[in-house]
């Protein structure tokens, strides 16, 4: 069973930085990618941030040029690097892992971004 391990969560005022990581049981290379996906209160799981095996990446329009998610190979984290936060960044944090049709979802960690 694949186990998906959040940290680095927190609360911070905007325009502040935050960086979260996610640590799976297995190596970050095994999957066919990773990435982040976040949801606010009433609303709808979205993607954030995700990297593929081959290193592409992909972003959403709300995050890019603020955001930058990148691996850490000698940790075997996935990492995502947050700043210029602003208060609608408020949302729990999900790390995702997909292997084949199999996707994982970590516990999510809270971000919230006071004005």
């Known amino acids: 069973q694949v186990q998906l391990v959040e940290s680095g969560g927190g609360s911070v005022q905007a325009g502040g930085s935050l960086r979260l990581s996610c640590k799976p049981s297995g190596s970050i290379f095994s999957f066919n990618a990773m990435g982040w996906y976040r949801q606010a209160p009433g609303k709808q799981r979205e993607l954030v941030a995700t990297i593929t095996r081959g290193g592409s990446t992909n972003y959403a329009d709300s995050v890019k040029g603020r955001f930058t998610i990148s691996r850490d190979n000698a940790e075997n984290t996935v990492d995502l690097q947050m700043n210029s936060l602003k208060p609608e960044d408020t949302a729990v944090y999900y790390c995702?892992?997909?292997?084949?049709?199999?996707?994982?979802w970590g516990q999510g960690t809270q971000v919230t971004v006071s004005s």
């Open positions: 995702n892992a997909v292997l084949l049709l199999n996707s994982y």
